[in-house]
């Protein structure tokens, strides 16, 4: 299948500080790019939707000026999380979908904010 | 709002046996559902997809039906293994190929 990597894979933080994800889609184009937060022995929860070239997408409750997200290309989209407070501490995921409706989800990264 | 229940947070099983997972959805219509498996730290790792019009999907040991008057999907594993040991995940799409997931069942596999 294909391939999604995400970077860092965990990252600890000064609450107050910014934190920038990286999800890259390997060895295809991601037209539409997932971002999930998951906290633990809980599911993925949608975060928010970016397209190529647009405005991300933001789930209710998802702040979009905390949450900033940047799809500049096919392969590459980022998060980046904007004043962390240890409330912020979780699981993010993304995902990058295929032509066939499947999602290929990155490895995740592990966000610490002391 | 949508609602996705699988049956139990937690299910174990002798090595060889049969595990069942349920997922029971309230308040949509997806027009198709997925499976997904989780190990500890990782991402979901994609198994199967079953459309609406489709009753059963196979795919070597996991076999997956769709029931939307029942609006429940169920999954299947044959001839288990310790090596299926993980979070299963059922997800419905919501539109615009959103997934809504479920909380998942932790498998574990006796030997």
């Known amino acids: 299948g294909a391939v999604v990597s995400q970077h860092p894979s965990r990252v600890i933080c000064k609450s107050g500080t910014s934190v920038k994800i990286e999800c890259r889609s390997l060895?295809?184009?991601?037209?539409?790019m997932f971002w999930y937060r998951q906290f633990p022995k809980k599911s993925l929860m949608l975060m928010a939707t970016?397209?190529?070239?647009?405005?991300?997408?933001?789930e209710q409750g998802v702040e979009k000026d905390k949450f900033l997200i940047n799809h500049a290309s096919l392969t590459l989209s980022t998060l980046t999380v904007t004043s962390a407070h240890p409330e912020d501490s979780s699981f993010y995921i993304c995902s990058g979908d295929s032509v066939h409706n499947e999602q290929f989800f990155g490895p995740g990264t592990r966000l610490t904010v002391l | 709002s949508q609602k996705i229940e699988q049956n139990s947070e937690a299910l174990n099983i002798q090595e060889g046996k049969t595990a069942t997972l349920t997922c029971n959805y309230t308040?949509?219509?997806?027009?198709?559902l997925q499976w997904y498996r989780q190990d500890p730290g990782r991402g979901p790792v994609f198994l199967l997809l079953i459309r609406e019009n489709e009753k059963e999907k196979r795919k070597e040991r996991l076999k997956v039906t769709f029931d939307t008057t029942l609006k429940q999907s169920l999954f299947h594993i044959t001839a288990s293994q310790p090596a299926d040991s993980a979070t299963y995940l059922c997800?419905?799409?919501?539109?615009?190929?959103?997934?809504?997931f479920g909380t998942g069942t932790r498998l574990t596999v006796i030997p």
């Open positions: 997800a419905l799409e919501t539109g615009a190929n959103n997934l809504f």
């Open positions: 970016s397209n190529e070239g647009s405005k991300a997408t933001y």
């Open positions: 308040n949509y219509s997806p027009a198709y």
């Open positions: 060895d295809f184009q991601a037209t539409t």
